[in-house]
Every structure is written in C-alpha cells, then in structure tokens.
C-alpha cells in the first residue's frame, strides 16, 4: 500500500514550490493534478511518473470529484508515492476535506503538504500587507457561492478593518461590485486585482469598489484584494482597533489616497 501526499503547488512560480512539494514530485510514481497547477511546476515531476491531469476550470469538468477520490484510492493500492497535486494550497477552496474524507474511508496513508495560496501570492505581486497594524486587523478569504444558494454569503463578519480576498470573482465584475456594495463596502473602498500572480503572465490592476463595475477583466485565473491595504499609500489614521479582546472603535471613512 503507498502513501497518497495532498500537495500545494503554489500560484505559479515553481520557485514557490516548498522543498518538500519539489522532492516529492522529483520521486513520484503517480501525480493527479489540476489544471491550475503552471507548467513550470509540472516540469518538476519525475520523468518517470504517470502524470494525469484531473483538472477543472471554467466549469468544464473533466473528472468529477467522485471520480478523483476513486482514482486516489485505487493508485494507492498499487503505487508507493501518489502525488495529488493541487494550486495554491490544497486546503483553501481546494476541496482536499472531501479527498482526505474518501482516503480516511478506504483506511489509506496520507499526509498534506501545504503550499502558498494565492491571497499570498497576489498580495506579493501587489505589494500589499494582507493585515496591517494600523488599518486591517483580520483578512477574509472567500468566494461568492454560485447558483442556489447565491444569496447565502455571510458578511456577519466584515467590519472596516476586515481584508477581503474574493477567489474565484468571474467576469462579471459589475456583479461583484453590486455585491459588495450591497454587503455595505463604501464605493471608495481599495481594491486590487491581481491575475496569473507569480507567473510570466502576472497582472495587477489598482481600482475601488466603486470603480470595479467598469474595470477591464483580467485573465484567469484572478482574485480581487478589498479593503484599506489595498490602497497605494495608507496614511496613519490614528484609531486605535483593537482594545482587550473585541473591536473598539471603527471610524466610518478611512483616510486613503
Ligand atoms: N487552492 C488554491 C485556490 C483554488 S480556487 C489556492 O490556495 O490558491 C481557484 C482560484 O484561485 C482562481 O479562480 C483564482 O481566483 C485563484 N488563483 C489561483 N491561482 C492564482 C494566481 N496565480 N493568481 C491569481 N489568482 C489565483
């Protein structure tokens, strides 16, 4: 019985790849990965590995889940290293809890080995602070639901000092600016969209919550970067955030520029 490893590969660049995700695919028998997954890190795997591409993008499915959990388990019975390789990190918006779920049921060995997710990356080709002490004291990674329920987004959370990182935004930019309009963002509010960040085709556009209706659409894969971090030049506001163990004081507009 081999050992299947959950691998992030990271949001393109193969030099984001953790020592331990590079020496895995340098001695894997078996690799299952997404289409998200750049070439340059493909090119790390083994020459002699079977490489099967289980990806799915833009709703084109080319295995379903189902069918990924079955093939994970059935290479494990008759290879020694199986590499399922996800972008990113296969814990955010990676569904690696259904593929540890259907691997802890066929009682098979198993270890996650965590990449850098796109939040990151893109918060890196940004030149953004995803936190900062002096305007954002915690960061919301999410992606609107699609679909039935659409509608089920919980914003309970949002509050002036909240970094909202949007996965998986669409196309529709007008839609999502409608969105976050309607969860109460201000029309002035920063935001950065970042596509193909790390790689050869990285792109980075500066706008506003406002301005993001009319904004040309990047290429994906792209994720959005909301909030005050996300403006070019944070002033020291002053407030104090955070007293003991709650949200003290929120000041209703923020000075960015
Ligand atoms: N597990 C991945 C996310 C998978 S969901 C991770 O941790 O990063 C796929 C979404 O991630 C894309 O639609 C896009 O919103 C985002 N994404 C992935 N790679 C990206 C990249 N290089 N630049 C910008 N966004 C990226």
């Not at 299947?4 to 895995?24: Q, S």
């Not at 070439?39 to 590995?49: D, Q, R, Y």
Request: charged share 20%; glycine share 10%.
């Amino acid at each position: 019985m081999g050992k299947v490893y959950l691998i992030g590969a990271g949001p393109g660049d193969p030099e984001l790849l953790t020592l331990k995700a590079a020496r895995l695919l340098s001695c894997a028998n078996v690799v299952l990965h997404d289409s998200l997954v750049s070439a340059e890190v493909l090119g790390k795997i083994s020459p002699g590995a079977e490489v099967v591409d289980v990806g799915k993008r833009c709703g084109k499915k080319l295995l379903t889940q189902d069918e990924i959990n079955a093939l994970l388990v059935g290479y494990s019975a008759s290879h020694e290293v199986v590499v399922r390789l996800k972008g990113g990190d296969p814990s955010i918006f990676g569904r690696a809890g259904e593929e540890l779920g259907a691997l802890r049921d066929a009682h098979r060995e198993f270890e996650v080995v965590p990449g850098v997710t796109a939040a990151s990356g893109a918060a890196a080709a940004a030149g953004v602070s995803l936190t900062d002490r002096r305007v954002a004291s915690q960061v919301l990674l999410t992606t609107f639901s699609r679909g039935r329920d659409a509608t089920a987004m919980d914003w309970g959370c949002l509050t002036p000092a909240t970094t909202l990182v949007l996965y998986m935004p669409g196309p529709d930019y007008a839609e999502v600016a409608r969105r976050l309009s309607d969860a109460g963002l201000p029309a002035d509010l920063p935001c950065v969209i970042v596509s193909g960040a790390s790689g050869s085709q990285q792109q980075v556009r500066s706008s506003s919550v406002g301005a993001l209706a009319t904004e040309e659409k990047l290429a994906a894969p792209a994720l959005m970067i909301v909030g005050r971090v996300a403006s070019r030049q944070i002033r020291e506001i002053g407030e104090v955030f955070w007293r003991g163990d709650g949200v003290e004081s929120w000041p209703e507009t923020v000075s960015v520029s």
